[in-house]
């Protein structure tokens, strides 16, 4: 079994920047393709973010190319979302999500494991 534990999100201006990153147990992580994803109240859970196994391959949603950036230390379980330029509308909790697979996809529902999510929000 993996466990995902997201970190770093909080409170921060509009036009502010913040990274969550997200921490994996066991030894797989390497061949996961990872993702990030967001829900706000009321709202779907989306994609915001992929990353093949490899970090070969990225994707974003279109709201936030140009603003954030994904990565991944595979040496160090971790995936990372960095966030600039931040608008009100990020507002969300992010989850970060691991597919067995290392191919990534923009489906929540392709994804194996999940973490309990972290909430940041964007003051106006």
């Known amino acids: 079994q993996v466990q995902l534990v997201e970190s770093g999100g909080g409170l921060v201006q509009a036009g502010g920047s913040l990274r969550v990153s997200c921490t994996a147990s066991g030894r797989s992580f390497s061949i996961y393709a990872m993702g990030w994803f967001r829900q706000a109240p009321g709202k779907e859970r989306d994609v915001v973010a992929a990353i093949t196994w490899s970090g070969g391959t990225t994707y974003y949603a279109d709201s936030v190319k140009g603003r954030f950036t994904i990565s991944r230390d595979n040496a160090k379980n971790t995936v990372y979302l960095q966030m600039n330029s931040l608008k009100p509308e990020d507002t969300a909790v992010y989850y970060c999500?691991?597919?067995?697979?290392?191919?990534?996809?923009?489906?929540?529902?392709?994804?194996?494991?999940w973490g309990q999510g972290t909430q940041v929000t964007v003051s106006s």
């Open positions: 999500a691991g597919r067995k697979s290392g191919i990534a996809t923009i489906t929540a529902e392709d994804y194996d494991y």
